[in-house]
């Protein structure tokens, strides 16, 4: 019989638990994958354990701390003391990945991080081995489930921002303080991971600009469904010319996009690359048991030996100024000449249109339209323009439209 594989446990909160729970239940599945049966030889909470005992005791450290330190810590001086790493940390690998990736290749062991994006949907997986080789275009996702609840519920029952959110808090699927994820911060730190293992470049966090969906309102979505459209908070990483963007912003999807179904809590990511057409995986983003289960598959792959194919690869250009559409909502006073002089003001600035609708009448009356792609700042420089027209009753609301059509 082959000797245990001995796991160090760091963190026994939501996830850690359901992952002790797991291994012992899976323990005789996972002895049959890899040839070895695991066990939990120690565990570090914060009243219990002693890191460095637990270190010394184990054939490989599984982290599930949360934040930066001492998770950051622990998981240099594990890599360092050559034991392979498994954390859903995204925080952690988003913020710090050239160190951590650079210790783990200097020991010749692996770093393994599928729970930190999208949950249970193994889309490191696909994208760093599955698809290691191929040449990406651009990588698109929902990879925050609350938000996507929030603005799920929003539509489905024209709840205001502020009751989607307090639901979502009932249901478990916001935190008590949701900040990181409803400012697009949590989906921004996935979309690095996710740019920095689709493009093989470093890419720093601070240069991944997010916005979040504090600001949207329950006639945004329920206007532009009119227009065909479903609001997301969607993460965008993609290839411009010789460098890339990576980007987090609420914005419309057309029906036929494959992102615009997701509903609910769910995660998804869609890739896309010449070879590959268009490849989407969608799932449950968070939960103990549904992150535990990434977690093991890692820890599965470790000690089944398979080694992920990761080169860091030179570092691309990350570029900020960039083409979009936009879903313009204009509350205007019901009077003549209204419509032609936005025309006049976006057409100046060399911005088309390409539909509009007219809700209301008199003290209600709106112009919602969406925009065809141009530079972002001739876009904003026309919605400044608009704004100060003296028949605006209020600031103009902008949001993102992606155009991408799939078949
Ligand atoms: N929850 C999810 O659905 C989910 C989904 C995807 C990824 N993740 C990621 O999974 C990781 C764990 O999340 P979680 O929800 O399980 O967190 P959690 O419930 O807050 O649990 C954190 C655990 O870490 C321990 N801990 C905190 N600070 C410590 C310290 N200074 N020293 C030693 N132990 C310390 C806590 O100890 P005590 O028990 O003593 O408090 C607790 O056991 C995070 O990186 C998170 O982003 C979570």
Known sequence: MSEPARIGLLGRGTVGDAFHELVAERASAVEAASGRRPEISGVLRRSEGDFEEILAGSDLIVELIGGLEPARDHVLAALRAGKPVVTANKQLVARHGDELFEAAREAGVQLRFEAA???????????????????????????????????????????????????????????????????????????????????????????????????????????????????????????????????????????????????????????????????????????????????????????????????????????????????????????????????????RNGISVKSVVQRGTGSDARLVMVTHRAPEADFYAAHEEISRLDFLRAVPRAIRVVEEEFV
């Open 117 to 347: 994006v999208a949950g249970a949907v193994p889309v490191i997986r696909l994208v760093q081995e599955g698809l290691g080789t191929i040449a990406l275009e651009r990588i698109s996702g929902i990879v925050n489930g609350t938000t996507n609840f929030i603005l799920s519920e929003m539509a489905s029952t024209g709840a205001s921002y502020e009751d989607a959110l307090v639901r979502a808090q009932e249901l478990g699927y916001a935190e008590a303080d949701p900040t990181e994820d409803v400012n697009g911060a949590d989906a921004a730190a996935k979309m690095a991971i996710l740019a920095r293992l689709g493009f093989h470049t470093p890419v720093d966090l601070d240069d991944v600009p997010f916005e979040g969906i504090e600001g949207i309102r329950t006639d945004d979505i329920s206007y532009a469904r009119d227009l065909g459209l479903s609001l997301k908070l969607l993460g965008i990483a993609e290839r411009r010319g010789a460098g890339i963007s990576v980007r987090v912003f609420p914005c419309f999807l057309y029906r036929g996009h494959p992102l615009a179904p997701v509903e609910g809590p769910f995660n998804a990511v869609t890739v896309e690359g010449p070879s590959i057409t268009e490849i989407t995986m969608s799932g449950p983003g968070a939960g103990g048991i549904e992150t535990a289960s990434a977690v093991l598959s890692d820890v599965v792959s470790i000690l089944a030996g398979e080694a992920p194919v990761h080169s860091p690869g030179r570092r691309l250009e990350v570029l900020r100024d960039l083409d979009s559409s936009f879903y313009l909502h204009l509350e205007v006073a019901d009077r003549p000449g209204v419509l032609a002089a936005i025309a006049e003001v976006l057409g």
